[in-house]
């Protein structure tokens, strides 16, 4: 017969992310977001950018060869190297007056390119969170069944021991799920951090390429 999972694996399993949950409330208020980064749902060149405002709408995208820099840098899978070098490929061919007037453009459709990655990565991490807490939920209802039955032994090959049998294959199955999903979702937290340090690299580069003003 299986094993029972111990009370204080359990009991570590369930409030685990009830206690992620309560440590983010205050900040994030957000109940779906279990990771241990702060949540930032989305960007801002300005902490970081002092050249001319970028425009705020999709003008970028009408300029062919700022659209084709920032469709080779923004995806979630691009390295920030990679990026950077392109980058330089893009600036170097470019005089003063291009520079002040196709960079902007390009930090503004690398922020807006970004946030849409950035936003889909942390969506599938609320799935994820919700997806979590409903697996706790699963083994804290079949571990209260399971109590509920008769702490004496059941005889082998009655219906009584079928039944627990039963329920300790599915808290067995539910709990290992559960903790195979944690190691995804703290791969999956680091993803947004990585892309917004990618992101201040791309407008460090792009400002540093500003020509001086006029």
């Not at 409030?15 to 279990?34: G, I, K, R």
């Not at 999956?188 to 500003?210: H, K, S, T």
Request: proline content about 8%; charged content about 20%; hydrophobic content about 45%.
């Amino acid at each position: 017969m299986m094993a029972r999972p111990c009370a204080a694996l359990l009991l570590g399993l369930l409030l685990a992310p009830a206690l992620s949950h309560a440590a983010h409330a205050a900040s994030v208020e957000d109940p779906d977001w279990p990771c241990v980064q702060r949540l930032v749902p989305s960007l801002s060149a300005s902490a970081v950018w002092s050249g001319p405002m970028p425009p705020a709408d999709d003008s970028w995208r009408q300029v062919p060869e700022v659209a084709a820099l920032v469709a080779a840098i923004t995806p979630n899978g691009v390295r920030e190297a990679n990026g950077l070098r392109a980058i330089q490929d893009f600036v170097a061919p470019l005089d003063a007056g291009a520079r002040r007037q196709l960079l902007p453009l390009a930090l503004s459709g690398t922020l807006a390119e970004t946030n849409g990655a950035r936003g889909q990565v942390i969506e599938r991490i609320r799935v994820f969170a919700r997806r979590q807490r409903g697996l706790a939920e699963t083994v804290q209802r079949l571990t209260e069944q399971l109590d509920a039955t008769d702490t004496a032994a059941p005889a082998a090959g009655t219906e009584e021991a079928a039944r627990r049998a039963e329920l300790q294959q599915h808290i067995f199955f539910a709990t290992k799920t559960f903790q195979d999903a944690e190691r995804t979702v703290r791969y999956m937290c680091e993803v947004p951090v990585r892309m917004e340090a990618r992101f201040g690299a791309y407008v460090r580069a792009l400002e540093a390429a500003l020509p001086p003003p006029p």
